[in-house]
Nanobody, 114 residues
Framework: QVQLVESGGGLVQPGGSLRLSCAAS????????MGWYRKAPGTERELVAI??????SYTESVKGRFTISRDNAKKTVYLQMSSLKPEDTAVYYC?????????WGQGTQVTVSS
């Protein structure tokens, strides 16, 4: 059972930046899909960004503001978030798909508010 541990969430003002990190308990490869989802109160969980085999994709609302990256040697995926907006407020979940199994982190709260 792979464990995913997120960090880096918090309170930030509109226009600010945060970097989320997610460390996996087991080795990962570029073939493994890793990404970030988020869930705001009263909404469905939505895909934010995902990366595998060197490719990246983003939901439309974060394009140009968020960047996903990974360091396989450190077993870690990152989400650099810039120009944050109040509507980015949500619990952010790390995701890993490895050997056809899905794994989730416990979530980290991101609150964008003045």
């Amino acid at each position: 059972q792979v464990q995913l541990v997120e960090s880096g969430g918090g309170l930030v003002q509109p226009g600010g930046s945060l970097r989320l990190s997610c460390a996996a308990s087991e080795s990962i490869s570029s073939m493994d899909t890793m990404g970030w989802y988020r869930k705001a109160p009263g909404t469905e969980r939505e895909l934010v960004a995902i990366t595998d085999s060197g490719r990246e994709s983003y939901t439309e609302s974060v394009k140009g503001r968020f960047t996903i990256s990974r360091d396989n040697a450190k077993k870690t995926v990152y989400l650099q978030m810039s120009s944050l907006k109040p509507e980015d407020t949500a619990v952010y979940y790390c995701y890993l798909r490895k050997f056809a199994k899905n794994y989730w982190g416990q979530g980290t709260q991101v609150t964008v508010s003045s």
